[in-house]
């Protein structure tokens, strides 16, 4: 496990460049970005050059092979988007696809699938692991897939539809994922919404440290209890079993990460 900086260096002042190459830091021309880690040996020099310039630093932790085999939890997220949930152009796939008695529009919180998601298309059949855009919460895979790797481990699926005709795609599904866990989160910034009073846990604060380890679940693949988010979107964390994650691997499935769980 390790800490990466993303420094933020398109439109850098001339000044500022000298000021780079002087400690012997070499810039990539025209890069948006420089990337380095907190233990390679130039990070003390771009650490002080950040602060001197004042200059845009975004942080994340990357984690090895080792860090994900150890884990007995793992998050998972998708790669690969197929698009928005339909009808997008005014939103409306959102009544159409969730229960929204619970809602609150301010801070994301409280929506109950109730029908298929509806694609503007079939997506293209792939062996990997997909999303849809504005959906943080659900997995979506080749029918295929998941004859092969969730329905032996007990995961079922449901299915998606078109919007334009509501015919079922046959070559695409939704996985289940009815089971939740809570998680550790004491200490975990947080905001309570204002409007509806229901907290939602600080997304961003889960690219600096390992996702909080979930309480004792035999369930295969879950999502945590709590909502996570900013502005107005909140959704839940999807997590896998060691054992789910060994089998997407063996299976060779792509555009998939994983988040290493711990206390």
């Not at 780079?20 to 771009?46: I, K, M, Y």
Request: charged share 20%.
């Amino acid at each position: 496990m390790q800490t990466i900086h993303s420094i933020r260096i398109w439109k850098l002042s001339d000044k500022a460049r000298a000021a780079f190459a002087e400690a012997g830091v070499e810039l990539t021309p025209d890069a948006w970005s420089h990337t380095v880690a907190e233990n390679d040996p130039q990070w003390a020099a771009v650490e002080a050059l950040v602060e001197r310039f004042n200059l845009d630093d975004v942080a994340r932790v990357e984690y090895s092979d080792e860090d994900r085999n150890a884990a007995d939890f793992l998050r998972i997220q998708s790669r690969a988007q197929m698009g928005y949930p339909q009808p997008a152009m005014d939103g409306s796939y959102r009544s159409a696809t969730f229960d929204l008695a619970g809602y609150c529009k301010f801070c994301g919180i409280g929506q109950i699938q109730k029908a298929p998601f509806r694609l503007k298309k079939t997506p293209a059949s792939a062996r990997s692991i997909m999303g849809l855009n504005c959906i943080c919460d659900e997995l979506f895979v080749n029918l295929e897939v998941w004859k092969e790797v969730f329905e032996p481990l007990g995961i079922g699926c449901r299915p998606l539809v078109l919007d334009r005709t509501g015919a079922e795609i046959a070559s695409v599904v939704q996985l289940e994922i009815p089971q939740v866990a809570g998680l550790p989160v004491e200490g975990f910034p947080c905001k309570v919404c204002r409007r509806c009073g229901r907290t939602r846990y600080d997304s961003g604060a889960l690219r600096l440290a390992p996702c909080p380890k979930p309480d004792a679940t035999g369930a295969p693949i879950f999502k945590s209890s709590q909502y996570f988010g900013s502005g107005a979107m909140a959704y839940h964390l999807i997590l896998v079993s060691r054992l789910v994650f060994q089998k997407i691997g063996a299976a060779g499935l792509t555009r998939v990460n994983f988040v290493p769980c711990a206390r």
